[in-house]
Structures are given as structure tokens and as C-alpha cells.
């Protein structure tokens, strides 16, 4: 029997806009974690409930938006893995002598469909409809959001998400620090 997250995970995203951010992958496992934080932080079972809670008191807020801290630093450290392991597999394909033509083939489409949606936006953005524009814009933006992701898969982890890892770790450490008294 499938139990329906939907309200709950929609009421704490509400409260806490930053759940948005790892649920975006629609995956069940950090969603039922979110969810079962929220109901031990609250000792409370329904949505009004933990919604309430997390209005009224400072303390359970506190705890939640930890915990919170917590689950982004482990959904991290997993697709961190993930990309480690990626890569590990493109290395031992060199030392084995086969190259990895597809990654290759990706980045240039992806550089290839910016070039173009770029070059028809200046070409053509005075007979183009607002609309269109719109839409080319929107798909340029998915295009360098690729490239993005292939410039962060081959050369690591930018100097901002180490600075979020590190205050993340500061926060855990301080709330460690606290629950032991």
C-alpha cells in the first residue's frame, strides 16, 4: 500500500523552501526521511500537526532545519560518490584503451545547441515573436546548464559547495555539541 507524501512534503516544503532543492529528484528514500524528521522532531503524526509545531516552536524548528542540514549533507555526499565512481570508470577505460566517445559526443551537442540557440536569438530576434524568444532562451539556459554539469564532472567540486560543506559540518558539530547536555 502506497502512502500519499504529497500533503505533508508539500506543507514542509512551504515552511522550509530549501526541501525543494533535495526532493528534486523525486527520490522516495529522502522524501520518507524528510517526512519521518519532521513527525520525531514534532512527535506528531498528521501534517496540521507538524505544521503547527514547526510555527510555534522555535526549538522544534531548530532541531528540523538540522536535520535538514544533516539529509543535504548526506544527499551530497552520495551524488559526490556517484561522480567518484563515474570517474574512476572513465580512468580505468583510458588505462584499459578505450575512450569514452559518448561523455564526448554529450559536451559537444550540448555546446552545439547553445551556439545555436544563441546565433538564432541574434540573427533573428527582431522578426521573433516574444514567445519564441522566450522558449530559445529556455532552451539555451538547459544547454549551459548541461555544460555546466559536464565542466563540474571533470573538474571537481567548486569552491562554494566546499564552503557549504564546511559550514553544514559547523552547524552538525554545534548541534552535537548541544545535544549532549
Known amino acids: 500500500m502506497a502512502i500519499n507524501f504529497l500533503p505533508i512534503i508539500l506543507a514542509l516544503v512551504g515552511l522550509f523552501p530549501s526541501i525543494s532543492k533535495l526532493i528534486k529528484d523525486n527520490n522516495p528514500a529522502t522524501i520518507e526521511k524528510i517526512i519521518s524528521v519532521a513527525k520525531h522532531v514534532t512527535n506528531s503524526q498528521t501534517t496540521e500537526g507538524i505544521v503547527r509545531i514547526l510555527n510555534q516552536d522555535p526549538m522544534a524548528r531548530e532541531k528540523f532545519e538540522q536535520s535538514l542540514a ?6 551530497d555526499e552520495i ?3 556517484d561522480r567518484d565512481s563515474a570517474r574512476k570508470r572513465d580512468i580505468a ?3 584499459h584503451g578505450v575512450y569514452n566517445m559518448r561523455a564526448d559526443i554529450m559536451v559537444v551537442c550540448a555546446a552545439l545547441g547553445l ?7 541574434v540573427l533573428y530576434q527582431t522578426s521573433m515573436p516574444g514567445e519564441a ?3 530559445i532562451s529556455t532552451i539555451a539556459g538547459i544547454f549551459g546548464a548541461c ?4 565542466y563540474a ?3 571537481g567540486s567548486s569552491r562554494g559547495s566546499k564552503n557549504k560543506d564546511e559550514q553544514v559540518a559547523l552547524i552538525l558539530k554545534k548541534f552535537e555539541q548541544n545535544e549532549k547536555y
Open 70 to 75: 544533516q539529509i543535504e549533507k548526506e544527499v
Open 79 to 81: 551524488l559526490a560518490k
Open 93 to 95: 577505460m583510458l588505462r
Open 115 to 121: 551556439a545555436a540557440c544563441l546565433f538564432s536569438l
Open 133 to 135: 524568444i522566450g522558449i
Open 147 to 150: 555544460l555546466k554539469d559536464a
Open 153 to 155: 564532472f571533470e573538474f
